[in-house]
């Protein structure tokens, strides 16, 4: 998660929060985590429609 902070310069508070709330998107609903070979909100899903 660092990773954001450390790859990227924000012109001001705002161009922050768009990246932020870009980044936050992608880390939730795209990112493939290699353990659960889906991603977070796929692997809720899944669980959830499991139970």
Known sequence: KSEFLYIKEFENVEHFKIE????????????IKAKLKMSPVQ??????QAV
């Open 43 to 48: 692997y809720r899903t899944h669980f959830y």
């Open 20 to 31: 932020l709330e870009k980044y936050i998107d992608y880390y939730n609903t795209k990112r």
